[in-house]
């Protein structure tokens, strides 16, 4: 059986990803670097591997509180030179990376967030990963207020840490997702990647925050941890996979780092290559059937004779509204994101009608054009 786990990179740098994949064939990829050589070379070894990118935000720069559809807007056109460069060799791209929601009001303004999100990715022709919560976030009586934005969204990205073994605790951190699962109604649920799993000191008993792995056990301890883990996956049809975190040296002493264990490497080749995932369209709320209504259904009503017809001339479709352009030259203190609440578009509109590559970096004396439709 292939295995559902995979990789997760922050950085290219020293790792030879082709090579990686070729051997490993992962079931997922998360990537921080959006090179698209790189990227379009590891496709071809593994075709199947999904890849999902992650447009990288500073944790303060997670605004959704204020404005949720604004600041969707803004992320979107923020990520959107990225998405595009990565058309066709990226299969996803997540959102906000670990929000966090406290109440039923935060939790409904992020799920407005990502409403908006996932509408203009799915406008655009890219699939949307949403929410990507971390560890036991959030509480579960709020995911109810947060089903709206899976409805609009393609995926529920999670997290999932433990330690000092991945089972400890468990259902509580590590497979916390199954609680998930069943706390969402029908029609929210969506298939699972789970961006970021392993050994997390900041996870589980003694709280020590970016200690992993090696801080607690040697490869061969990690690989066998890992495969609990993915025992457990294979479980759940609704899970495509899981990304260990990370192939880089990231947290104290490096001590997340997995790059050079070619044991979890060669673990995560067994079965051979990956199935191609299929992402499944939502699952409906079923119907109840009232008491003895198990009856046939009734009969067609019978069709008319067909009778020779006159087609209709064809009707004519209105004009549409013509759109022009103002133009506005920015001034000192000036972002997008005001220019565009300013004149009642969005950011997105604005980027592209301006060609703009980085919509953070506007400087004032800039002249935009703002689209605006005139007529009705």
């Known amino acids: 059986m292939k295995s559902k786990l995979g990789i997760y990179l922050i950085s290219l740098g020293g790792i030879d990803v082709p090579g990686y994949l070729s051997t490993a064939q992962p079931r997922i990829v998360v990537s921080m670097e959006h090179k698209a050589d790189t990227w379009r070379a590891a496709k071809q070894v ?58 039923p009001d935060d939790a409904q303004k992020l799920a407005r967030f990502y409403a908006r999100w996932g509408d203009l990715m799915r406008a655009a022709g890219f699939v949307s990963c949403a929410y990507s919560f971390a560890t036991g976030n959030p509480e579960l009586d709020l995911w109810q207020y947060l089903a709206d934005g899976l409805r609009h969204c393609d995926l529920l990205s999670l997290h999932e840490y433990s330690s000092p ?158 759109p022009s352009t103002i133009t506005y030259t920015v001034q000192s203190g000036d972002t997008l994101y005001a220019i565009a609440r300013k004149f009642g578009v969005t950011v997105a509109a604005i980027v592209v009608a301006n060609n703009i590559a980085n919509p953070s970096l506007i400087k004032p004396g800039q002249v935009l054009n703002i689209p605006v439709k005139t007529g009705s």
């Open 46 to 103: 593994s075709p199947n591997t999904f890849l999902i990118g992650r447009h990288y935000v500073d944790d303060s720069q997670q605004i959704f509180l204020d404005d949720p559809e604004g600041r969707a807007e803004q992320f979107f056109a923020a990520m959107q030179a990225e998405a595009e460069q990565m058309r066709g060799i990226y299969d996803a791209w997540m959102g906000y990376n670990e929000s966090v929601v406290q109440s």
């Open 165 to 322: 073994t991945m089972d400890n605790q468990s259902t509580w951190l590590c497979l916390r997702y199954r609680r998930v699962m069943d706390t969402l109604p029908a029609d929210a649920r969506r298939q699972i990647v789970i961006t970021e799993t392993g050994i997390d000191g900041g996870a589980g008993a003694g709280n020590k925050p970016q200690c992993g792995w090696s801080k607690f056990t040697n490869a061969s301890g990690y690989v066998s941890t890992l495969s609990w883990y993915d025992n457990e996956l294979q479980k759940d049809d609704y899970v495509i996979g899981a990304a260990i975190f990370a192939m880089n040296g990231w947290g104290q002493n490096g001590s997340f780092g997995m790059g050079s264990v070619m044991q979890i490497r060669d673990y995560i080749a067994q079965g051979g290559s990956p199935a191609p995932v299929v992402i499944q369209p939502p699952t409906l709320p079923s119907t109840s059937t009232p008491p003895g209504a198990n009856q046939p259904p009734p009969p067609a009503p019978p069709s008319a004779p067909s009778q020779p017809t006159t087609p209709p001339p064809p009707t004519q479709p209105a004009p549409p509204s013509a």
